[in-house]
């Protein structure tokens, strides 16, 4: 790779870390909210105002960057979201806040989808996985910003609104970057109609490094770059004949991947808490489990430049489930951290996976659509397995819930597994570019 691409790479998942610090600093902020401002239920509320915009940003708008570009539409959902977070740090009331959480969601759903897309399609295909590795890593990587300057900011500042005031310089200042370095993508630029934009695709192939013919295992039969130029994003479905199975497996085994992965990650210091008595303990596993995120975004980025995604999101999933069964058979002392380590690790890999999978099985101009859909999806999963944690937490031991969590886990598992035969029958079947048709019917 280039110094170039690393750059562009390196502001992706800058771009990515503001929806770790987004979505983390909201429970910093509910507890310094002043008295009468919001009821206990209302507080819900402000957090999945942004988890349902989050969900519609990704399914809705995303797809504006298939029509209209990945530049333009990566920088709309910066505005916006520097727009969103400077009402939110003037909000003077709830109706304010809970308005202006939701749109920020929307601009943040835009922004993951968006910035994984710009990496993959800038980045040679044998340095794919490792590029969406760094750009995932961002995600942790704000949570853990948010957690260590949030207290200290809320402090500073005399108030919960400093934390959106830090939110957005950090959304500001990436804007600025992202308008100075960030390009349109090759792919993008030679799928469009005209001989300008062909010649900007071509300017900006000899800067950067592309690899052209030489993939990495994880990018086998990548059919999506030899799609025609020309070929409309309106004309691929992604529940055609073609893509249904893949599209489903994604839908199915991405959302309870992440369903698995927000409530161990919600949910945790909670329930350690109520099994030990010790706060401190519950929080010391909350961030044991950040930090193995962290680290599985890397080791994704490592392992997948010799092996497919699918073959490592089920053997991850593996992996995770017996780390889970081990933790939640103690949820104590050194071995129990070393388990809650490695589930962070090997659940977040999976995830990893997932999103570098559906990053190459779709078409060049639906791309974006395809991703940002499957996102969309499982949203829902995000926001409901919480919800159904806090009334299972009633009648459950913490040890049966984190046992319980081994259910969506196995059937991500199943889907990962999927793929891996999918994504193989495609390698074996691709069709040469000259046997292309020259309009994608599914």
């Known amino acids: 790779m280039t110094p170039y691409q690393i750059g562009i790479v390196m502001i992706c998942s800058l771009v990515n870390l503001l929806d770790g610090y987004d979505l983390f600093i909201m429970g910093y902020a509910l507890p310094n909210l002043p008295d009468g401002y919001a009821s206990a239920s209302a507080k819900g509320y402000l957090i999945s105002a942004a988890l349902i915009g989050i969900g519609a940003g990704a399914f809705f708008l995303a797809r504006l960057a298939d029509v209209y570009g990945r530049r333009p539409t990566l920088i709309g959902a910066l505005i916006l979201n520097t727009s969103g977070l400077l009402v939110s740090s003037l909000a003077p009331n709830y109706a304010v806040l809970v308005t202006s959480r939701f749109f920020t969601g929307m601009a943040i759903g835009v922004l993951g989808a968006i910035s994984m897309v710009i990496a993959q399609e800038l980045s040679p295909p044998s340095r794919r996985s490792l590029s969406v590795g760094v750009v995932l890593f961002g995600y942790p990587l704000g949570t853990f910003v948010a957690g260590l300057v949030g207290s200290a900011v809320i402090e500073a500042a005399g108030g919960w609104k400093g934390l959106f005031w830090v939110g957005l310089a950090l959304s500001a200042i990436i804007t ?26 071509d300017t900006l192939a000899a800067r950067i490094n592309l690899e052209e013919g030489d ?171 919480p919800i159904l944690g806090g009334y299972a937490i009633g009648f459950m031991s913490p040890q049966e819930l984190y046992l319980a969590v081994l259910v969506p886990l196995s059937i991500a598992g199943v889907c990962s597994y999927g793929l891996l035969r999918v994504t193989r029958a495609r390698t074996a079947s691709a069709p040469a570019p000259s046997q292309l048709p020259q309009n994608d019917s599914v």
């Open 176 to 201: 600025v970057v992202v308008v100075a370095f960030i390009p349109e993508t090759v792919s993008y630029l030679r799928g469009l109609p005209g001989d300008d934009a062909h010649r900007a695709a």
């Open 215 to 385: 993939r990495a295992p994880s990018e086998s039969a990548d059919v999506s770059d030899r799609v025609p130029a020309g070929n409309d994003a309106t004309g691929v479905k992604l529940l055609g004949r073609e893509l249904r199975t893949t599209t489903l497996l994604l839908w199915v085994g991405y959302g309870f991947c992440t369903a698995a992965f927000y409530f161990i990650g919600s949910w945790t210091p909670q329930l350690i808490t109520d099994a030990t008595g010790q706060a401190s303990n519950g929080a010391l596993v909350g961030i044991i489990l950040s930090i193995g995120t962290m680290i599985g975004a890397i080791l994704y980025g490592l392992a997948g430049l010799r092996r497919p995604s699918a073959q490592i999101s089920w053997i991850s999933m593996l992996l995770g489930s017996a780390a889970l069964i081990g933790f939640a058979l103690t949820l104590r002392g050194a071995f129990a951290l070393t388990m809650a380590l490695l589930l962070g690790l090997f659940v977040f890999v999976s995830l990893t996976a997932f999103t570098a999978i559906a990053t190459t099985v779709y078409p060049i101009r639906a791309r974006a659509r395809g991703f940002g859909t499957m996102l969309g999806v499982a949203r829902v999963g995000s926001i409901l397995s």
